[in-house]
C-alpha cells in the first residue's frame, strides 16, 4: 500500500546550520506530497505540498522537490532559526482518496 | 482564528465518565477527521467522514464514538476509556475530490484519562 518513510529523529542542530530531512514515498498512483510541521502544544500546519513530479514548494524559507524518479521529497533550510524548533511530518495523498499517509515525524531542536 | 476549532483543549477525565470533544470547520470542506498522537503512535487515523457518512473505522475500541451531524461539525463521544488513551486527540478536515487532497489541523485537545 501506498506509505512515507522520513528520516528517523531527533534531530540536532546549531542556529544558522543547514538542515535536510529525508523522506521517501511508495504509491501505486500518483501522489501528492506534504511537509507539516507541529510546534510544541499545538496542531499540525501544513508548511509545504506538491501535487507532480519536478515540482517544488516552499514556504518560510523550507523547499522540498517532488523527485518521482527517486521517490523522494526531501525537506530543506539553509539556515534554521531556533524558533524552527517542531516536529515535521512528511505525507502523501492520493486525489479522489480520504486517506493521507503521514510519516513518523522527525523532531528537530535548533539550539542558539 | 483557525479554520478547525477544537474544544476543549484540555480534558482530564475518570474512567467511569463520559465526556465528548467537539470539533467545528469553517473551511466549507466535505470530510473530516479524527486522529490520536501518542508517544508511542504518532498519527494514527481513527474515523473519516466523508458528505457525512463513516467511511473509515480503522478498528477504533467501541469506547470511542464518532458523530457528525452535519459537514462542518464532528464530535469524539468518550465513556469508560483507559489511561491508555490518554493522547493528544486532533480533528482535521479536507475538500475531497481535487488535486491535492490537502488536510487542515486543529490544536488538538488533550486528554487524559486517571
Known amino acids: 500500500g501506498d506509505s512515507v518513510t522520513q528520516m528517523e529523529g531527533p534531530v540536532t542542530l546549531s542556529e544558522e546550520a543547514c538542515l535536510t530531512i529525508?523522506?521517501?514515498?511508495?504509491?501505486?498512483?500518483?501522489?501528492?506530497l506534504f511537509w507539516y510541521v507541529q510546534y510544541p502544544g499545538e496542531g499540525l500546519q501544513l508548511l509545504l505540498k506538491?501535487?507532480?513530479?519536478?515540482d517544488k514548494g516552499s514556504n518560510k524559507g523550507f523547499e522540498a522537490t517532488y523527485r518521482k524518479e527517486t521517490t523522494s521529497f526531501h525537506l530543506e533550510k539553509g539556515s534554521v532559526q531556533v524558533s524552527d524548533s517542531a516536529v515535521y511530518f512528511c505525507a502523501l495523498s492520493v486525489s479522489n482518496n480520504n486517506d493521507m499517509r503521514f510519516g513518523a515525524g522527525t523532531r528537530l531542536t535548533v539550539k542558539p | 482564528e483557525t479554520g478547525v476549532t477544537q474544544t476543549p483543549r484540555h480534558l482530564v477525565m475518570g474512567m467511569t465518565n463520559k465526556k465528548s470533544l467537539k470539533c467545528e470547520q469553517h473551511l466549507g470542506h466535505n470530510a473530516m477527521y479524527w486522529y490520536k498522537q501518542s508517544a508511542k503512535k504518532p498519527l494514527e487515523l481513527m474515523f473519516v467522514?466523508?458528505?457525512?457518512?463513516?467511511?473509515e473505522n480503522n478498528s477504533v475500541p467501541s469506547r470511542f464514538s464518532p458523530e457528525c451531524p452535519n459537514s462542518s461539525h464532528l464530535f469524539l463521544h468518550l465513556h469508560t476509556l483507559q489511561p491508555e488513551d490518554s493522547a493528544l486527540y486532533l480533528c482535521?478536515?479536507?475538500?475531497?475530490?481535487?488535486?491535492?487532497?490537502?488536510?487542515?489541523f486543529g490544536e488538538g485537545s488533550w486528554l487524559t484519562v486517571v
Open positions: 467522514y466523508s458528505l457525512e457518512e463513516r467511511v
Open positions: 482535521a478536515s479536507s475538500q475531497v475530490g481535487g488535486p491535492g487532497n490537502t488536510i487542515y
Open positions: 529525508n523522506c521517501t514515498y511508495t504509491a501505486t498512483g500518483y501522489p501528492s
Open positions: 506538491a501535487t507532480k513530479a519536478d
